[in-house]
C-alpha cells in the first residue's frame, strides 16, 4: 500500500455532534470514520436527535451501537442488574427502536458482528465487534444478540467473531468494538479497567479479546483495536490510558467524554487520527 489511509475515530458520543463536526469531517481529507457508539446519555430518544446530525456525513462512516443506543433505561437498568426476567421483558421493543435508530443515521453504517472493507485500503477490514457490550464477561442485551444474530452466549460471541476473521479476504484488520479487550490492565486508570468498583480490575471483553487472539494465530495483522464505553475520565483519580501498543497492536480508547468542552476560553472538540501507511500505524489525538 503506497498510499496512506486516514481513519477518524470518534469515540462515545453522549449527544455530542454538531455542526461544526460535520463541516469538519466532510472537509477533511479522512477515507473513513469509525464511532464507538453512545449516541445517548441517559434516555435512549436523546440518540434520534444525535442521528440525523450524523446522517450529514458525506464520509463513510461505520458505528457500533453502544450501551446507550436503543436500550431504554428501564432495559439498561435490568441489564445491569441482571434481573432475568424483566431484560427479557424489556427488550421486545428493541428491534423497532434498533430499526428508528438505523433510519435515522441514514447513509452511517451500524456494524455488529460484520466485516467492512476499508475504501483505499486494498488489503484492510474493519470487523466489528458485538453491540451492546457493557464489559464485565457479562453478554449484556443477550435477548436482542440472540434475535439479531443468534448469539446466546459468550462462547457463541467469540465463535461468531473468530469465524468473521477467519472469512474475512483482508489480511490486516481493525477491530471496532463498543467495549475494549480484556487482557490490558486491571487497574482503575487501565485502558479498560474498573473504576467504579473498589475491588477494581479488568473489565474487557473476552470474546474480542479471544478474536484477536484468532486473528493473530491465524498469521493475520491486527493493526488497531478502537473501542470506548469506559471514558477517559477516571473515577476519584484523574484521567485512563488511552492508547497503548501490544504486540504491535494499538489499542486504543477514543471515549473522551465530554467528547465537545471548553477550556481556557475555547471550545474543543476530540477526535483521534489513525494514519496508516505501508503497514505503520501512527496514533493522535486531536482538539480542534
Ligand atoms: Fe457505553
Ligand atoms: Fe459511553
Known amino acids: 500500500m503506497s498510499k496512506p489511509l486516514h481513519i477518524a475515530l470518534v469515540g462515545d458520543v453522549h449527544r455530542q ?27 435512549h430518544w436523546e440518540g434520534m436527535a444525535v442521528a440525523p ?7 463513510p462512516t461505520l458505528i457500533i451501537p453502544g450501551n446507550h443506543d436503543t436500550l431504554t433505561l428501564p432495559q439498561l437498568v435490568a441489564e445491569i442488574k441482571q434481573w432475568p426476567r424483566l431484560r427479557r421483558w424489556l427488550a421486545w421493543g428493541q ?13 452511517v453504517q451500524v456494524g455488529g458482528y460484520s466485516v467492512h472493507p476499508v475504501p483505499g485500503g486494498d488489503d484492510v477490514a474493519v470487523v466489528v465487534g458485538r453491540p451492546f457490550a457493557m464489559g464485565g464477561s457479562v453478554l449484556h442485551c443477550q435477548p436482542q444478540l440472540k434475535r439479531q444474530f443468534g448469539v ?20 490486516q484488520l481493525i477491530f471496532l468494538a463498543h467495549n475494549g479487550p480484556m487482557g490490558l ?6 485502558i479498560w479497567g474498573n473504576d467504579f468498583h473498589p475491588d477494581q480490575g479488568d ?81 493522535t489525538e486531536l482538539l480542534t
Open 53 to 59: 446530525q450524523m446522517a450529514r456525513l458525506q464520509k
Open 152 to 171: 446466546g452466549t459468550m462462547a457463541e460471541s467469540a465463535a461468531r467473531l473468530c469465524q468473521l476473521v477467519e472469512q474475512a479476504p483482508q489480511s
Open 203 to 283: 473489565f474487557g471483553d473476552a470474546d474480542l479479546w479471544e478474536a484477536i487472539a484468532f486473528a493473530q494465530a491465524r498469521g493475520k495483522t491486527v493493526l488497531a483495536v478502537v473501542a470506548g464505553h469506559m471514558h477517559h475520565h477516571v473515577n476519584r483519580k484523574g484521567k485512563r490510558t488511552w492508547h497503548l501498543v501490544r504486540d504491535g497492536i494499538h489499542f486504543i480508547n477514543a471515549a473522551r467524554v465530554p467528547r465537545i468542552f471548553e477550556k481556557d476560553g475555547r471550545t474543543h472538540h476530540h477526535h483521534i487520527r489513525l494514519t496508516i501507511l505501508a503497514g505503520e500505524v501512527t496514533v
Open 95 to 107: 428491534p423497532r427502536r434498533l430499526r428508528q435508530w438505523q433510519r435515522a443515521l441514514g447513509p
Open 17 to 43: 455532534f454538531d455542526q461544526r463536526d460535520i463541516a469538519q469531517f466532510n472537509q477533511s481529507d479522512y477515507d473513513l470514520l469509525l464511532c464507538t457508539g453512545d449516541l445517548s446519555n441517559r434516555w
Open 185 to 190: 490492565g486491571s487497574r482503575r486508570d487501565s
